[in-house]
DNA sequence: CCTTCTCCCGGCAACGTTTCCGTAATTAAT
DNA sequence: ATTAATTACGGAAACGTTGCCGGGAGAAGG
């Protein structure tokens, strides 16, 4: 069928081609040419639009030109170039996963999440770490305009009312889901737990454990689980009657040495907090130490509840009661709306989902 | 300077061709037109190739040809598409880290360290979760040919003896660098702790805290880590003249429950271990479960040590010993090998980096 | 005045795909 | 038998870059 002396012209000039590549792509190396749909076409004398069909399993394509075409991949382990679809198709299949830290479970859990899922349905994950830096978070958002991933799952680390990153992100038409960590003001999906609830309910079982100088250590005050979440502890002193004191809202710097200080001094003052409530397992932690350093009986003389997503909590000294939120849940439910929003954009229609933390008494509150 | 008429009349171009790439692209949407280089282009009055190669601070461009592009690049929020630029250039700026787990806090510490100076770099990350299954791992590392990726950061869940995938990974010529768990005979950079002289120590350090029946917990014996740690383990028993009893060699299934009854069950047999070894936090944390389950006193009837990361190693109780990795600067070494690999290939020799792990003495072993 | 050189810029091909279109050959409908 | 429809394939443009050329204008040197 195939005429001997093409072949080997085809044979003659490949080698040409494939040497010249190898010398122009790495200088040496024993990697072998490169195969493409140029390549196939031409060892299958088919045209490229012609394999590139049949690899695709399009109805225009005899059954068995689609067989020996795909044969004839499989053999030589054909992979698509994915750079070459994505600047034709305006798609990378690919989305970005943004995280202030990465050295906490909650944010660990929601990865998982969010990595499991995207994966499921094809899609591969660009993870970005922004240290609590807002700059470093914007400089990362600001390049996201180019098609290098077509949707963005974000937890902020920007001020609430300093987002025009993600509008401009908007705008451009890449679709935003956030969890968390969220902004207002946004037409997009957004995944939090019942943060005010969680607070408050956290605080009034302090109250209840028979705390009345509570103190509260927020991650920060310009960010939408700080506030709700004071916002919470707050509400719950006030309905108790106990006096809200500014001076024992203790505010993280994201700096672990100066957190520790901050905490540290809270607790030491005279007619100091029977009872802290942290927003973050990491400034439970902090509290832990402290307490060791300065022989501080927890529960007795201090009680303490973290939001925290640690499976070592419930192994602590002593254990750590916790506001535990569906962490895991959150990624998966934030990459599906994400995907509605990429693949179904008539279907999709931005929501705010609100799910459930579970607060777990254990001896940290005297249980 | 610029005529009128023309701009009136690309105005009006730009925006008929703007409103059509609107349609074809999203249908419906508040979304602009992209801005390119021919766009750029347009509005200046130059060719593509002056803006390309202002824009890349060309000396075969005019100072203030330069400043002209530059400026309303900046004002029209111009960004490169990668994925054209990929395409050209065969490379994507992108590497693939690849992991077993995700809930594990060495892992964790890796990939921090990993993504932090891979960005330093101007690298992007794509982070792949194989949960410990080899056919997945397979899978992923076999769609790795086709240029998504420059390199491949890798700690392996597949058997030491089942890396085809890497080699023919390694033959297309895409660099793999791998740490802690890792293969064999490959012409590339293995990054890894003394394993074998921790586990040595380790076991040894239990002998000398009075245990004579040590039991060892292995994540797997077909993969480097475990190979190594579990002759250190055994050397140890040798050396003191310990028999090594191969039913206190516990492998794990990668199966929490699974593993669970499996430490349990070896706790719980008459004449059972006075000592526990482990490799992975996940079964020091299943450990202290079935000790409190069952009121094994911990370390009083059985003495436990494992190699560990968690943050909250010393606040356990008892607090936990550890055999503690490097693991961020381990992810840092990885990344910034791969990256000689890519981009100074010359100077690159692949070497086996051996890094120091360190045993930190706490209650569980009766300190 | 002619040559040579430098400076600046534009044209064009190429990277590997996808997809719109055209078309030849075969089959079905009239 | 002629036309219409269908099947199966190829050609070519396009996605947004980069980089090799080539060339015109002006300066410098003879």
Same mark, same amino acid.
Not at 26 to 29: N, P, R, S, T
Not at 219 to 222: G, H, M, Q
């Given at each position: 069928m195939a005429p001997i002396v093409p072949d080997g012209l085809f044979a003659i000039i490949n080698f040409l081609s494939s040497s010249l590549k190898r010398i122009y792509k790495? !200088? $040496? !190396?024993m990697n072998m040419e490169p195969i493409n749909l140029k390549k196939l076409a031409s060892l299958l004398h088919l045209s490229i639009s012609t394999v590139s069909k049949a690899l695709r399993d399009s109805h225009e394509i005899s059954a068995d030109t689609k067989k020996r075409v795909m044969d004839l991949a499989r053999e030589l382990n054909y992979e698509p170039n994915p750079y070459a679809g994505s600047l034709r198709k305006f798609k990378s299949k690919t989305i970005a996963v943004v995280v202030p830290d990465i050295i906490n479970n909650f944010f660990i859990f929601a990865i998982k999440g969010i990595q499991e899922t995207a994966h499921a349905k094809g899609y591969h994950v660009l993870i970005y770490i922004t240290n609590e830096n807002p700059e470093y978070e914007k400089d990362v958002v600001r390049h996201m305009t180019n098609g290098r991933v077509d949707g963005v799952v974000i937890s902020l680390t920007s001020p609430i009312d300093d987002t025009e990153h993600l509008m401009h992100l908007q705008e451009k038409g890449v679709p935003v889901v956030f969890f968390d960590r969220v902004a207002e003001g946004f037409d997009s999906t957004i995944i939090t737990t019942n943060n005010y609830e969680s607070a408050y309910n956290g605080t009034r079982y302090l109250i209840e454990q028979g705390c009345r100088r509570i103190a509260h250590c927020q $991650?920060?005050?310009?960010i939408s689980i700080g506030i709700d979440r004071l916002n919470g502890y707050k509400k719950a002193l006030e309905d108790a009657g106990i006096e809200v004191r500014p001076e024992w809202i203790l505010t993280s710097k994201k700096d672990s040495a100066h957190d520790a200080t901050l905490i540290e001094n809270a607790l030491l003052q005279k007619n100091a907090p029977d009872g802290l409530f942290t927003s973050v397992e990491t400034h439970a932690l902090i509290t832990y130490d402290i307490c060791r350093k300065h022989k501080i009986d927890m529960p007795g003389k201090l009680k303490l509840l973290s939001f925290s997503n640690m499976p070592t909590a419930h192994l602590l000294k002593p254990s750590l009661s916790t506001i535990t939120q569906p962490a895991f849940e959150i990624g998966q439910a934030a990459v599906q709306q994400l995907i509605l929003a990429l693949e179904k954009p008539a279907r999709y229609i931005p929501e705010k989902v609100n799910m459930d933390s579970v607060l777990i008494e254990r001896e940290s509150t005297g249980k």
């Open positions: 790495k !200088g $040496v !190396g $991650v920060s005050d310009k």
